[in-house]
């Protein structure tokens, strides 16, 4: 028989006339689902006060009725450059904003929200996702931005920097990315780090980040060894129930 | 042979194993973009400065700063409930709410913009959908969305509209949707109406809105003709270049 799909001849069975013409369709329909969903994301996609806002620059004003200032311990750093934004948008994001703007804190009443131990650059980067749902992530970004998504209840950014974050997870980071997503109830990172660490137990003690975490925080070292043990216990239970073991 | 997806015996060639499971592939990979994208359009979607503002009722401030009402000709219409929005939303999703609140005019003064010749319901949905992308339409209120989306120039609401009338476009109505996809632009509308009535000329004529039409815009009538005869000279040229006729 000759594939409808690629030409070739073969003789190991493969799916029916029918089936194939029937995925075909499924197919074309979700990809003209996904240009659907692409265009609403556009439309819905705000309009940004920070596209036309450099340092130094004038703010390009566009109705915007609060500014965002991060507020660092440093000395060193000089006077904050506020990011502009609109109330009405940090409150649709936000439940921690909804909670600071729509009750008479001192907030709404300045028009100004600190934020503490930020960059500028991150802050940036935080109220421009709020607005546009994109931000261009390396490892230190998507870190500040998980900080502050959690801070303040950004539940989509929170799992974007995550998924970032896992795609970039290997051994050398792992109790690194072990440690920092427990202490910042990031499940999905954490299921990662505990996983690759754990496949790789022989090698868990050598590592100078191991000897760190058992002096800065054994309990975590604790649930280490507890996911460990229970995959094992997992791992003997299933050969036992598999047939022919 | 066996079809791996429905498990029937086959005998007529379908696709092989390979493309069957990168079909299959393909299909989750494209699920999961689905995924994605709603989740990023369900972020983006707006709160609505209309989601807890009903006629009547007082309305949550939520930092609105301009309103829109709905003027009619009619006296018989009571004073205008004014539907509540944010000068930064309008201005992000309308070039036309842009020039008009960028610059000093009237409406950015006194932060009343006048909408003519629609219901309070209609610009109800209207502003709804600045906010959310979603409209729950019927035939009539697709109209009149059409109506204000020309206007203000926001075209996915136009798209939106147009693809819902297209879906609903049958025999009885062609022609005045015809004339009405003529008199607002709308493309797609106008190319389904005229293929419609060109499919189906031996009618025509006998049609009432057909008289009405004649009597009223001809050049659209001709218009007609035109389409249905070029239609003719290119049904004439394929049969003409088609193989063994």
Known sequence: ????????????????????EELNETEEELKSEIDDLRAKVAFLRFWSPLD???????IVPGFTDVALVASSDEPSAGPAVPVPAHKALLVSRSPVFRAMLENEMEESRTGTIKIGDVSYDALRAF??????AEACLDEQLACDLLVLAEKYQVKHLKTYCEKFLVSKLNWDSSIMSYAFAH????KLMLDSALSLITDNMDKLTTKAEYVDLVEKDPRLVVEIYEAYLSKQVNTAAHKDSSPGL
Chains 1, 2 share one sequence.
């Open 127 to 132: 109220v421009n996702y709020l607005y546009t």
């Open 1 to 20: 028989m000759r594939c409808l799909s690629c030409t070739e001849k073969y003789d190991v069975a493969g799916t029916c006339k029918e089936c194939y």
């Open 183 to 186: 202490q910042h109830n990031a």
């Open 52 to 58: 036309h806002h450099y340092p130094g620059r004038p």
